[in-house]
């Protein structure tokens, strides 16, 4: 079945700009949502359909999906993005949602 | 406000069934489909299985295939996630989740905070 790829961990310092990675194959041929998971808490949505953002998610994120792989980017970080972020395709063959293993971002 | 509160957790044998429900309101239910994601202590999110708007098409995870059946009943609002033959493996919080369009394959707009399964003998 389909397979979706993410680093386990990414570090960044507040005000830069993170990077997480969602590979998978011809993962640009599939739509990738990003969700934000807090502890504690249900994951919401910050991107969808690629590169769509939901209303009251901040402008600093933002996503693309031009080949392999998908990239979720967060730019001047806060302490507040603090998270698990899970990215997310419909597999049609089979006909169910894969997740990806999630990538826990650390504010330095 | 939209809410999806999930129910029926708790203690089972394996190889035991249990019943999981999830209430919605707040947003137009039977124009959506429904999911169930479980998550297990310190792992990541899994998907377990997909309901349509209207009940008529089911799919699920490979993980459980054959053991869980997935339904609504529109006029209670309500989905439901009925799992047989359990596994300690099994063991996770189960949330309901309602997805942008009506058969599964669009992301996941609301969620809910979850039921604790838990697979032990």
């Known amino acids: 079945s389909y397979v979706l790829t993410q680093p386990p961990s990414v570090s960044v310092a507040p005000g830069q700009t993170a990077r997480i990675t969602c590979g998978g194959n011809n993962i640009g041929s599939k739509i990738v949502h990003w969700y934000q998971q807090k502890p504690g808490q249900a994951p919401v949505v910050v991107v969808y359909?690629?590169?769509g953002r939901p209303s009251g998610i901040p402008e600093r994120f933002s996503g693309s999906n031009s080949g392999n792989p998908a990239t979720l980017t967060i730019t001047r970080v806060e302490a507040g993005d603090e998270a698990d972020y899970y990215c997310?395709?419909?597999?049609?063959?089979?006909?169910?949602?894969?997740f990806g293993g999630g990538t826990k971002l650390t504010v330095l | 406000q939209v809410q999806l509160v999930a129910s029926g957790g708790g203690v089972v044998q394996p190889g035991r069934s249990l019943r999981l429900s999830c209430a919605a309101s707040?947003?137009?239910?039977?124009?959506?489909?429904l999911h169930w994601v479980r998550q297990a202590p310190g792992k990541g999110l899994e998907w377990v299985a997909v309901v349509s708007y209207d009940g008529t098409k089911q799919y699920d995870a490979d993980s459980v295939k054959g053991r869980v059946t997935v339904s609504r009943d529109n006029s209670k609002r309500t989905v439901y996630l009925q799992m047989n033959s359990l596994r300690p493996e099994d063991t996770a919080v189960y949330s309901c989740a309602s997805g942008r369009d009506s058969y599964g394959s669009a992301f996941f707009e609301h969620w809910g905070q979850g039921t604790l399964v838990t697979v032990s003998s």
């Open positions: 707040g947003f137009t239910f039977s124009s959506y489909a």
């Open positions: 997310q395709v419909w597999d049609t063959p089979s006909e169910h949602v894969i």
């Open positions: 359909d690629d590169s």
